[in-house]
């Protein structure tokens, strides 16, 4: 029921996977005071990776157990962490020498310094992929086509078996809108999730960390050893981490899902977090950091490209609205009447805004074209509209059912409506809609997004099916874009200066 089902979900939401008091056992994590001066923490695999036990390195000093020069190399990555985010150091191990690539970061009042090991050679061949797909980048001028090669890409370079794009909606729902498979692999192209699936504070982590690698969610965390801040009693904040242990409801879901290795990198769009790259494999998957550093970068200048088609897609809308606007000019001195400007204009502006139905409402008159409302309908709509939206901004909804206006739409008229208030002064009834039509639609989930309650825990568990679970939608139209909303609001200044124009005029011809 809904309580429980609110709390559990509140629960996940402060499920704390940024102090999970382990790492991954691919690499080793030492945590020392801000000085530098004490080892606080270890990872209980410090021997097998660093050759020292661990009672021995809680004993030690950093300078002892690193080496000043490390020590050096980590105070210059710590004050200028945006420019050396990691260093590769070589230890002596055992008599033999040992590459390591060292991440250091300030937590809270700690320095935390985790090493993995780089076995192989220097992979410079990645500055050739690097630049090759800068060079692609360039000639991709659609979303879905830069997207698709972006995912095979990825698998070509890291090995995975399934690389997709998934992209959040404005709920933090998301589906997965491109994708590249190795052979024998299941599809999730065009599957939803639901939203609690990567809660709030996950999303947030990546704002803070480009990257999650989970190289094998199969293999026990190791802990950290002693397991909080023997100083405060404190846990370790390993946010800024790229070893960080897999918070344990995820481990259950890759698992449920056949997932073993799973990396994700954040498509962040203009500021916001758009989607996520994400890849699976059914076994293990080590990259070296190199390579994950080359894919972070790669990812990053295809959203520098995707900015660029979708200011272009955006210019092109723009410019179509414009010629429209263009075209009113030539109605200055004539001050038509608004059944007179949908008639001449209105066909045209359907077409713009890929609206089904218009309305020019302006005090008592209101005139529409296409398929909208009844008038007594429209009547109810600008009434909820005068008292709810009081201000200049436009206002949008593509599921009326779920707004005040539900009463006033039956959907296969109306399903969702673009209002934009004319900004005439001392008129407040004056309001430029567009009504788009219900577009029913099948959606695919990745297995039904029902949340189930674990009985003994009362908690959320994840789904222990991913098979393809059909929800049909109704009640929806296509979604309003910004950039329509923007040039809807353009129109609608047009529209209140030339029907202000028509007021001072009839009030001269009346003087
Ligand atoms: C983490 N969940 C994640 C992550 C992804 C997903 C991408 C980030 C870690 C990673 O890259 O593996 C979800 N992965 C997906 C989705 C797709 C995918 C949607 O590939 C689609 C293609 N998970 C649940 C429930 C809860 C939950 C019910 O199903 C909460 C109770 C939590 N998800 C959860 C947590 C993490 C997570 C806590 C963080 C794991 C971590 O980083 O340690």
Same mark, same amino acid.
């Given at each position: 029921?809904?309580?429980?089902?609110? @709390?559990?979900?509140? @629960?996940?939401?402060?499920?704390? =996977?940024?102090?999970?008091?382990? #790492?991954?056992?691919?690499?080793?994590?030492?945590?020392? +005071?801000?000085?530098?001066?004490?080892?606080?923490?270890?990872?209980?695999?410090?021997?097998?990776?660093?050759?020292?036990?661990?009672?021995?390195?809680?004993?030690?000093?950093? *300078?002892?157990?690193?080496?000043?020069?490390?020590?050096?190399?980590?105070?210059?990555?710590?004050?200028?962490?945006?420019?050396?985010?990691?260093?590769?150091?070589?230890?002596?191990?055992?008599?033999?020498?040992?590459?390591?690539? &060292?991440?250091?970061?300030?937590?809270? /009042?700690?320095?935390?310094?985790?090493?993995?090991?780089?076995?192989?050679?220097?992979?410079?061949?990645?500055?050739? /992929?690097?630049?090759?797909?800068?060079?692609?980048?360039?000639?991709?001028?659609?979303?879905?086509?830069?997207?698709?090669?972006?995912?095979?890409?990825?698998?070509?370079?890291?090995?995975?078996?399934?690389?997709?794009?998934?992209?959040?909606?404005?709920?933090?729902?998301?589906?997965?809108?491109?994708?590249?498979?190795?052979?024998?692999?299941?599809?999730?192209?065009?599957?939803?999730?639901?939203?609690?699936?990567?809660? @709030?504070? =996950?999303?947030?982590?990546?704002?803070?960390?480009?990257?999650? +690698? #989970?190289?094998?969610?199969? /293999?026990?965390?190791?802990?950290?050893?002693?397991?909080?801040?023997?100083?405060?009693?404190?846990?370790?904040?390993?946010?800024?981490?790229?070893?960080?242990?897999?918070?344990?409801?995820?481990?259950?879901?890759?698992?449920?899902?056949?997932?073993?290795?799973?990396?994700?990198?954040?498509?962040?769009?203009?500021?916001?977090?758009?989607?996520?790259?994400?890849?699976?494999?059914?076994?293990?998957?080590?990259?070296?950091?190199?390579?994950?550093? @080359?894919?972070? !970068?790669?990812?990053?200048?295809?959203?520098?490209?995707?900015?660029?088609?979708?200011?272009? +897609?955006?210019? =092109?809308?723009? %410019?179509?609205?414009?010629?429209?606007?263009?075209?009113?000019?030539?109605?200055?001195?004539?001050?038509?009447?608004? *059944?007179?400007? &949908?008639?001449?204009?209105?066909?045209?502006?359907?077409?713009?805004?890929?609206?089904?139905?218009?309305?020019?409402?302006?005090?008592?008159?209101?005139?529409?074209?296409?398929?909208?409302? +009844?008038?007594?309908?429209?009547?109810?709509?600008?009434?909820?509209?005068?008292?709810?939206?009081?201000?200049?901004?436009?206002?949008?909804?593509?599921?009326?059912?779920?707004?005040?206006?539900?009463?006033?739409?039956?959907?296969?008229?109306?399903?969702?409506?673009?209002?934009?208030?004319?900004?005439?002064?001392?008129?407040?009834?004056?309001?430029?809609?567009?009504?788009?039509?219900?577009?029913?639609?099948?959606?695919?989930?990745?297995?039904?997004?029902?949340?189930?309650?674990?009985?003994?825990?009362?908690? &959320?568990?994840?789904? *222990?099916?991913? /098979?393809?679970?059909?929800?049909?939608?109704?009640?929806?139209?296509?979604?309003?874009?910004? =950039?329509?909303?923007? !040039?809807?609001?353009?129109?609608?200044?047009? &529209?209140?200066?030339?029907?202000?124009?028509?007021?001072?005029? %009839?009030?001269?011809?009346?003087?």
């Amino acid at each position: 029921d809904e309580p429980e089902l609110d @709390a559990a979900l509140e @629960a996940c939401e402060r499920e704390p =996977v940024h102090i999970p008091g382990a #790492i991954q056992p691919h690499g080793a994590l030492i945590a020392m +005071d801000e000085q530098l001066q004490e080892v606080r923490q270890v990872s209980a695999n410090l021997e097998s990776i660093l050759g020292v036990r661990v009672a021995d390195a809680l004993a030690m000093t950093p *300078e002892r157990l690193f080496t000043r020069r490390w020590l050096d190399q980590i105070r210059t990555q710590l004050e200028s962490p945006n420019r050396y985010g990691a260093m590769i150091v070589s230890l002596r191990i055992r008599g033999r020498s040992q590459r390591f690539r &060292l991440l250091s970061y300030r937590s809270g /009042a700690r320095v935390v310094a985790e090493l993995e090991p780089i076995s192989g050679n220097p992979e410079r061949w990645l500055f050739g /992929a690097m630049a090759d797909w800068q060079t692609e980048l360039s000639g991709h001028t659609t979303r879905d086509g830069l997207l698709r090669a972006l995912t095979a890409l990825v698998r070509e370079l890291a090995g995975y078996d399934r690389v997709m794009i998934y992209r959040f909606d404005e709920d933090w729902n998301g589906s997965v809108v491109a994708e590249s498979l190795s052979a024998g692999a299941d599809s999730y192209l065009g599957h939803h999730f639901p939203a609690s699936d990567i809660p @709030a504070q =996950v999303r947030q982590l990546y704002s803070i960390k480009h990257v999650r +690698d #989970i190289p094998d969610a199969s /293999a026990a965390a190791v802990p950290l050893v002693p397991e909080s801040d023997p100083a405060d009693d404190s846990a370790l904040d390993l946010s800024r981490g790229i070893l960080r242990a897999v918070a344990p409801i995820h481990v259950t879901y890759l698992a449920n899902m056949g997932v073993v290795a799973s990396m994700s990198i954040a498509l962040h769009l203009d500021g916001r977090l758009w989607g996520l790259l994400a890849c699976h494999a059914a076994s293990p998957n080590i990259l070296s950091p190199a390579l994950r550093d @080359a894919l972070r !970068a790669m990812v990053q200048t295809a959203c520098f490209q995707l900015e660029l088609i979708q200011a272009r +897609d955006d210019a =092109v809308l723009i %410019q179509r609205a414009n010629e429209s606007r263009d075209v009113l000019v030539d109605e200055r001195g004539e001050f038509p009447e608004p *059944e007179e400007l &949908l008639e001449r204009h209105g066909k045209d502006w359907l077409q713009v805004f890929r609206a089904s139905g218009a309305v020019l409402a302006a005090g008592d008159q209101s005139a529409g074209v296409g398929t909208v409302p +009844d008038a007594e309908s429209i009547n109810g709509i600008v009434a909820w509209l005068n008292k709810h939206r009081t201000g200049e901004l436009a206002w949008s909804s593509s599921e009326l059912g779920r707004t005040g206006l539900g009463a006033f739409c039956q959907p296969a008229r109306a399903a969702g409506l673009l209002a934009v208030p004319l900004p005439i002064r001392n008129a407040r009834h004056a309001w430029l809609l567009f009504f788009r039509s219900e577009k029913a639609e099948t959606r695919i989930w990745a297995g039904n997004p029902e949340k189930t309650i674990d009985r003994q825990t009362g908690r &959320l568990s994840p789904r *222990e099916s991913f /098979a393809s679970w059909k929800e049909t939608v109704r009640g929806q139209s296509a979604r309003w874009l910004s =950039v329509e909303l923007r !040039a809807a609001t353009d129109l609608a200044s047009d &529209l209140a200066v030339l029907i202000a124009a028509g007021e001072i005029s %009839q009030l001269n011809q009346r003087l």
